[in-house]
């Protein structure tokens, strides 16, 4: 909706003043076109630094300043502009008045004490103007005042003028004439209110800090409210490499590298001090510190950047609405509550804008007056107040709502105020647990006891103890409502005293009801959850949404999450095997979670760790790729203006056949399509490297990318002994040496192999070449006889050399008639067969390969039927044995009728 310039006057009395000061304004030109992004900066920074004097310099800063928020006010009152618009431009404006007063002064002062130089770097030295708040987040309101700290990079002392000073002494000086610039009040009125006491030390502390000084604050004394002060900084002013450095050193203080909830605590307790000066100063009609005001809406948005920001860096963004939009994407908020908080703090911050619009004053409390309560009521696009105030207290009372939710503290039960008592006495004897019916109370004494006494709770500090004695109630009291066993209590305590000495984690579980239950319900099926929540706690935030934990990935899901780990990471070598390692395992333990409580079956949990295991790999040779090109330029033989990534990952064994289990290890073969290997690649420097000796060092940095020893691990162990020439040969060879390899040197086993073999890596060329190879390869005729003899003799030695079966056990994988006898009967099929029936090279897995035997007639459908439901119960157990840390040997007494109806099949095929 529209309005007429009349009406936007009647309803902004300080806009009214000003058409009559700056008569132009209301010429259609000053407003009714939108000016691009960057003009409104131009033409102010342009006009104010041309000043000759400091007198001409404030009038200036005055005058520009008036005139572009008569015009801002103007678009915005006339129902010319969107919210987004007149937030950009008060904060566009903002930057070019702060902009051109500092590099005006910064000028003079260079010319009168010289130019400050850095210590180390001996170069020249600016001054970091660093913007908090709403104005960080380009967000500003009308009539803000603005929150700054001033940084600059390096000690050091001035260059170039009779008598030097101290970089410090020279930029302090430099910010207190930015800031009289601003401040002072004129016959023209004044630029800004100035609020700098966010700095370190606040009033106390100096008026600009280095970088050095902004580190060892915040990594020393550092409050939880600067993180939250922090979230939406912005380097308004100033070098930008130097600024992208200074934000690098102030990222971790912000965002923690794991999931924090110890935020919430934070934040929780900032908006109580918050309620308690509204309440004392009779606020609770203020737009923003109200209930179900702006900083509610704030604070929400805030809480998951904060919490999650550290692992999702989508979330570290300074800017309101955009991140609003990523907690929708990413799954945080639903559809409904998104658009509700949109619509909400767009109406509260048109609301607020009008209100300071009325009289250029900062405040955010609705208007007692009639008269003024009827303007704000048409400016917002109401017929009366009353119905303005009903929209208005709708959208406050959703946001109070959502608020209460997302900051709500669980009501503590009366079990679990009883066991705090117990475990606050101490539990020094059975009889405190008499109640319990427990089958053997003096053992959880002493477990409970001996954690207590451990090294990890022992070294606890006052906030640890406090924090550790908040969990451990909710915990005993989760165990028993989940049916108490020992076991239970042990695995559950060796997670606990692994992260005590990291409490965040315990604030995560006391914050999040669910996780723990989640916890507790996944200690108890699998020692090997607990292993890796044990090893790997950051794991924990994976417990918190229920609808995730229980809902592994898939191949293209999995794949673009690889990708925003490339992109956060910017090439950062060890950023990236470190990130890359934690969202591994995250999501191998969202399939482990799924698969030990029934939420997906047998035959899928093997897809999604392959799955997993290829989107590792395509992100690891990416990342290797993108390092190599950097280093030494793109390779002989591919077109500099289209270039395409020859690398090529050959999957074998279980990768290859899609049959990956929890821990298996990766048999892959590294590989380059389509150029010649005595081509070179030349670099920015002129150096020129064989494309040989480029792939192999590739192939190098792509393994030390997975196997090199992190805190989060190693991604996978990675075996490319069955490469041409075994461990002889070159790790990575060019596709043509592949092939005359397989085709001229290969062993009958390694022909075995090929079968289950599959391109996981690769362009669509690569992976054509590659399959069309193997398929042409397969179906070559062979001598039946032969091939079947070999396989067997191979099958006696593996049996010979590996099979653990005895008298009593049986071994599922090497056992006879256990998992590598289908195996072996599937590849003596393929390549017995295959130059009649080209179906069977068409897939890389067993139970797809059996299918294809089947629809072709070499075995009967009750044989098909009979390997493949004992493949599957033998897989099935494999991935159970591996959740409880346990071998894969049985029983003999265990699948005696799949074991014999295996053995029958090959006794008929191939004896």
Known sequence: MSYSVAQALSWSPFTERLTQKFPDLLSEESYCEQWPQGELYQRVYSDVIQAVDDKELAKKLRIQRNWQMGRIALRDLMGLSELEEVMLATSELADALVNSALDWHYERFCVRYGTPMGMESNTAQKMIVIGMGKLGGKELNFSSDIDLIFAYPEHGATQGASRSIPNEQFFIRLGQALNKSLVDYTEDGFVYRVDMRLRPFGDSGPLAVSFAGLEHYYELHGRAWE?????????????????????????PFVYRRYVDFSAMESLRELKQMIMVEVQKKGMLQNVKLGPGGIREVEFIVQAFQLVHGGRDHGLQGRRLIPTLGHLLERGFIEQKEHDALLEAYVFLRRAENRLQEWNDQQTHDLPSDEHQQVCLAESMGFENYATFKEKLDAHRDFVSAQFNEVFAVEAVSTEVNHWRKIWLSGIESEEDLAEFDLEDPGAFVRHIKGFKQSRSVGRLGAEGIERLNAFMPLLLNELFQQGYSEEMLIRALKIVENVVQRSVYLVLLNENPQALKNLVALVEVSPWLTDMLAKYPALMDQLIDERSLYAPLELNSLNAEVANVLQGCEGDEECFMEQIRQWRHAQVFKVAAADVTGNVPVMKVSDYLTWIAEAVLNGVVEFAWQLMLQKSGVPGGLDPDNIRNPFLVLGYGKVGGIELGYGSDLDIVLLYEGLSPSDSATNERGRQLENSLFFVRMGQKIISLMTTLMPAGILYEVDTRLRPNGASGMIVTDFESYKAYIENKAWNWEHQALTRVRAVVGDEQSRSAFETFKSQYLQRPREIEVVKQEVVAMRDKMREALDK??????????????????????????????????????????????????????????????????????????????????????????YVEEREAVKGVWNCLMA
């Open 805 to 894: 079966s005895n008298a009593e056990q049986f071994d599922l994988k090497q056992g006879v008639g256990g998992i590598v006898d289908i195996e072996f009967m599937v590849q003596y099929l393929v390549l017995a067969y295959a130059n009649v029936h080209p179906s069977l090279t068409e897939y890389s897995d067993n139970v797809r390969i059996l299918e294809a035997i089947e629809r072709v007639g070499l075995l009967t459908d009750e044989q098909v039927e009979q390997l493949i439901g004992s493949y599957k119960v033998y897989r099935s157990k494999y991935h159970r044995v591996a959740l409880q840390n346990e071998k894969p040997i049985v029983e003999q007494g265990c």
């Open 227 to 251: 993180r939250y002060a922090l979230v939406k900084a912005r380097a308004m002013a100033g070098d930008k490499d130097e600024s992208k450095y200074m934000f690098d050193i102030l990222r």
